[in-house]
């Protein structure tokens, strides 16, 4: 498959708005995924996983979108819509900035994960709730 798009289980979970974990546990209910977080012979064989380096642990591991999509809507999950998307970023994002004892990442660190074709609509969300919180572009060093 050479046209397949090649994600980590964080963007692959991103997509449907769960967890990296969630997204493995779906992958080991296909058998695509092993107890220890790497892709089986099965998952392998139907071009489902890539193994980049065999033996550093499951982050080496690219998971095919199309397939695994197909089984997390098998297993009821769908993907998030753009605005659904957004709405998660800003609640999130909104909530950090308000700030909280228990928690100990900041927006800043938080928003590195917002997709670079997310920001300005978050950016716009945000202010329009009244938050001063504004995610800053990250600059790519050459």
């Known amino acids: 498959m050479a046209t397949s798009t090649w994600v980590n289980l964080n963007d692959l979970g991103r997509r449907f708005g769960l967890s990296a974990s969630h997204c493995g546990r779906m992958l080991e209910r296909e058998g695509w995924r092993d107890r220890h977080g790497y892709p089986t012979p099965a998952a392998l064989e139907a071009g489902a996983a890539e193994q980049r380096a065999p033996h550093s642990r499951g982050r080496s591991s690219l998971w095919n ?12 999950h769908h993907p998030l819509s753009r605005d659904q998307h957004v709405n998660q970023w800003t609640d999130l994002l909104e909530a950090m900035a308000a700030g909280s ?29 009244g938050c001063r919180y504004q995610v800053r572009r990250q600059i790519k060093q050459a």
């Open 65 to 76: 979108t199309e397939l695994c999509a197909g089984v997390l809507e098998r297993q009821g």
């Open 101 to 129: 004892p228990s928690i100990t990442t900041s927006a800043d660190q938080m928003a590195e994960e917002l997709p670079s074709d997310l920001v300005d609509a978050v950016n716009q969300q945000l202010n329009r709730r």
